[in-house]
């Protein structure tokens, strides 16, 4: 069965930083692309980054390049977003998901985590 | 940026009726376009993948068609499960977006 399991969520002062994690299992991790996606409160979704299956290309919105940084363990089955430079708008349930097809990026999400909590607020 | 615009915004029907879900890019996005539902508290889920394939154990009374600028997701018949919210998104360029979303409620 495919999990992916989100932690690191928090209250988070303007300006800070946070490290999300994902844990992965049930299928094999270094063979996906990956993502974070987020929603803020009452809010649609919004894809945040992309990385490839052996983390050589990573890809942002425009809205978190230069403040966040995704990456991989494949070792460790798990997926990082470091989030720096922290906003109000940053305020958002986080999704881990896997990305459907191994080339050219993915093309959806088949698989998502249960979300991590991520409030920037003094 | 591709944005996609979904309508209705809300769309009010009864278990059984057939639900008709529109997705309009702002330019061509091929057949990349998937379709996802999210309920409360929930993560979404995928439902549709290329357009018209369904994902992994969803039912048969979900379908998608389309392709280009304009899509649609119809559900054929309503089950009281189904009213949720429901969004369209493209990959393109190394850029993914996501509809606002159409909310589908009990009339």
């Known amino acids: 069965e495919v999990q992916l399991v989100e932690s690191g969520g928090g209250l988070v002062q303007p300006g800070g930083s946070l490290r999300l994690s994902c844990a992965a299992s049930?299928?094999?991790?270094?063979?996906?692309?990956m993502s974070w996606v987020r929603q803020a409160p009452g809010k649609g979704l919004e894809w945040v980054a992309n990385?490839?299956?052996?983390?050589?290309?990573?890809y942002y919105v425009d809205s978190v390049k230069g403040r966040f940084t995704i990456s991989r363990d494949n070792a460790k089955n798990s997926l990082y977003l470091q989030m720096n430079s922290l906003r109000a708008e940053d305020t958002a349930v986080y999704y881990c998901?896997?990305?459907?097809?191994?080339?050219?990026?993915?093309?959806?999400?088949?698989?998502w985590g249960q979300g991590t909590l991520v409030t920037v607020s003094s | 940026e591709i944005v996609l615009t979904q309508s209705p915004a809300t769309l009010s029907l009864s278990p059984g009726e057939r639900a008709t879900l529109s997705c309009r890019a702002s330019?061509?996005?091929?057949?990349?376009l998937a379709w996802y539902q999210q309920k409360p508290g929930q993560a979404p889920r995928l439902l549709i993948y290329?357009?018209?394939n369904r994902a992994t154990g969803i039912p048969a009374r979900f379908s998608g068609s389309g392709s280009g600028t304009d899509f649609t997701l119809t559900i054929s018949s309503l089950e009281p499960e189904d009213f949720a919210v429901y969004y369209c998104?493209?990959?393109?360029?190394?850029?993914?977006?996501f509809g606002q979303g159409t909310r589908l409620e009990i009339k």
């Open positions: 998901a896997r990305g459907c097809g191994a080339v050219a990026g993915p093309r959806c999400f088949d698989y």
């Open positions: 049930g299928f094999t991790f270094s063979s996906y692309w």
């Open positions: 990385i490839k299956q052996d983390g050589s290309e990573k």
């Open positions: 330019q061509s996005v091929s057949s990349y």
């Open positions: 290329d357009a018209s």
């Open positions: 998104q493209q990959r393109s360029n190394w850029s993914i977006t």
